[in-house]
Nanobody, 117 residues
Framework: QVQLVGSGGGLVQAGGSLRLSCAAS????????MGWYRQAPGKQRELVAT???????NYADSVKGRFTISRDNAKNTVYLQMNSLKPEDTAVYYC???????????WGQGTQVTVSS
């Protein structure tokens, strides 16, 4: 079992920055991958960014060049640095982890990000 707790959301003006954090309940070194989804009102959940155990990263086209995902194995935490935020980035953000063939996520506790124009 893996528990994930996200934090760092908030209200920011367009063009601003936020950094989301996701703390895991166990050593993330053994996770195959971690990442972030987001879901805006009335829209489907979107995969935003992923990072593998080998530190390979992948991003949705909508955030490339603006968002950066990273991980700190010593702190069992994955981060999402979000720069040049746009109103369309407004959503609830969820982190996930792939471990032992299963996907765990902070589905019950998303992190709200609101970008005002």
């Amino acid at each position: 079992q893996v528990q994930l707790v996200g934090s760092g959301g908030g209200l920011v003006q367009a063009g601003g920055s936020l950094r989301l954090s996701c703390a895991a309940s166990r050593n993330i070194f053994s996770f195959n991958a971690m990442g972030w989804y987001r879901q805006a009102p009335g829209k489907q959940r979107e995969l935003v960014a992923t990072i593998t155990s080998g530190d390979s990263t992948n991003y949705a086209d909508s955030v490339k060049g603006r968002f950066t995902i990273s991980r700190d194995n010593a702190k069992n935490t994955v981060y999402l640095q979000m720069n040049s935020l746009k109103p369309e980035d407004t959503a609830v953000y969820y982190c996930y982890a792939e471990f032992m063939g299963l996907r765990f996520g902070s589905w019950g506790q998303g992190t709200q990000v609101t970008v005002s124009s």
